[in-house]
């Protein structure tokens, strides 16, 4: 299993908050897909891969927006 650092970050739609929920933890996954599905199993997600081999997961589950993003440690 890889370890990453995932970026858990909640974008907020009321307008009077614009700013994001963002949570950080070290996690140890086989394979980051499955991990996002299993967290969000109703969502769209749309995987977004990035030169230095960070993952970025963009979900949207009924108008709620997240991105999760997996850094290689």
């Known amino acids: 299993m890889a370890e990453y650092e995932l970026c858990c970050e909640i974008f907020n739609?009321?307008?009077?908050n614009q700013m994001r929920d963002v949570s950080f933890e070290e996690v140890e996954v086989a394979d980051p897909d499955s991990y996002v599905h299993s967290m969000e199993p109703r969502?769209?997600?749309?995987k977004e891969v990035l030169d230095n081999g960070t993952l970025i997961f963009h979900t949207d589950t009924a108008g709620l927006r997240k991105r999760y993003s997996f850094t290689p440690l």
């Open 13 to 16: 739609n009321c307008s009077n």
């Open 43 to 46: 969502a769209t997600i749309e």
